[in-house]
């Protein structure tokens, strides 16, 4: 069987990752990776895949920048050829990002098989281009493999078979856990940023570049000012994302001195810092995800969220973004050691085993 696995994001290469592993021992598989270029931000370099233990993919569409229907466009059109020319079995696409969608179409579209993983997850907020890219990719998908409770029931609501819906853990922790038991071995020393986090002692860590976030001046004002009042309490590690360093330029807002800006990390680096902070405050839905596995406490900047198993589990509190909620949430949970939760079922590395044991008819 012939499967292309599809990227086209940091994140989607996270996914991936296990899932092309746990292939590596399979003689009836044939995984071709599908680097869309989707994320035009960031070089995509050797490093990078190196960490993943990644081969360079196997095809290379360059999407680059523009609109959404722009960018989906031009990854429908190169991802048609390859399929044309490869003809694959199976299209695997993982995430909610743009790429997601447009592999999902042409597949179909080309009578061929398509398997969505992190299928199921709902915000219900219409305004976020990943809720679109959810629903419209799960319309056409013949495999739904799931990652929470959630997912389930979302897609039986929808009316989708229950025959094609499969609970199987969450690839993004597989990654997780192999990452950090890789980092157990490499030591502080192998990081640039080492030095700084033995001289710091305790730290919160932050991620923030969603649109609703930083590209509202207002908004954005009043997130930084409540950072640097948090960073008084407790110094803040920020690696700022290219999005909002250009709109903390745009509209010339400072950040305190205790809160250390770094470049985006990669994703090993980023973990040897947030595993052992006091606590995470981000607005990424994956980061959510990865401190809930690591039972670390978490402030979610935003007013929903497509995963709430993080809520309910324990470890992560809804803040929004306004002010007053933010410090309320880092009050109340830097005085709860009861915020640390628990970790969701199935959660334990082996997501991409139960994958591929479906894929292949004994699962």
């Not at 219900?124 to 493999?145: G, H, K, Q, W």
């Not at 950040?255 to 595993?275: C, N, V």
């Not at 606590?279 to 979610?300: H, K, N, W």
Request: charged fraction near 25%.
């Amino acid at each position: 069987m012939r499967v292309m696995l599809v990227a086209g994001a940091r994140p989607n290469f996270m996914k991936i990752a296990p899932i092309f592993h746990a292939a590596a021992g399979l003689d009836d598989i044939e995984c071709l990776i599908v680097h869309t270029g989707q994320h035009y931000d960031y070089e995509m370099s050797q490093a990078f895949f190196d960490d993943l233990e990644l081969p360079k993919p196997d095809f290379f569409l360059e999407a680059g920048s523009g609109s959404h229907a722009g960018q989906t466009g031009k990854i429908m059109i190169a991802f048609e050829k390859v399929c044309e020319g490869q003809k694959p079995d199976l299209v695997m696409v993982v995430g909610d990002v743009n790429s997601t969608l447009a592999c999902s179409i042409v597949a179909k579209k080309m009578l061929i098989g398509v398997a969505h993983v992190e299928a199921g997850l709902r915000s219900f907020d219409l305004e976020m281009p990943e809720e679109i890219n959810r629903m419209v990719t799960d319309a056409i998908s013949d495999y739904f493999f799931v990652t929470e409770q959630s997912g389930v029931d979302n897609l039986l609501h929808e009316g989708k078979p229950k025959e094609s819906i499969y609970l199987v853990g969450h690839v993004m922790i597989d990654n997780l856990l192999r990452q950090e038991q890789l980092l157990d071995n490499c030591g502080s020393d192998a990081f640039p940023t080492g030095s700084l986090k033995k001289m710091l002692g305790d730290y919160l860590f932050l991620t923030l570049h969603r649109p609703s976030n930083v590209d509202d001046r207002e908004v954005l004002a009043g997130i930084v000012a409540t950072l640097n009042e948090i960073s008084a309490r407790l110094p803040i590690i920020f690696p700022v994302h290219p999005r909002t360093r250009k709109m903390l330029d745009l509209y010339d807002l400072q950040l305190a001195d205790t809160i250390h800006q770094l470049p985006p990390l990669g994703f090993r680096e980023s973990l040897f810092w947030w595993r052992d902070a006091v606590m995470v405050l981000t607005d990424s839905g994956g980061l959510q995800e990865e401190t809930t596995a690591l039972r670390i406490p978490c402030i979610t900047l935003r007013h929903n969220t497509e995963r709430p198993i993080t809520v309910e589990m324990g470890s992560n509190v809804l803040a929004g973004n306004r002010p007053a909620d933010i410090i309320a949430a880092f009050e109340q949970t830097l005085v709860g050691e009861c915020r640390r939760g628990q970790v969701p079922p199935l959660w334990d590395g082996k997501a991409a085993e139960r994958i591929w044991a479906v894929v292949r008819g004994s699962g």
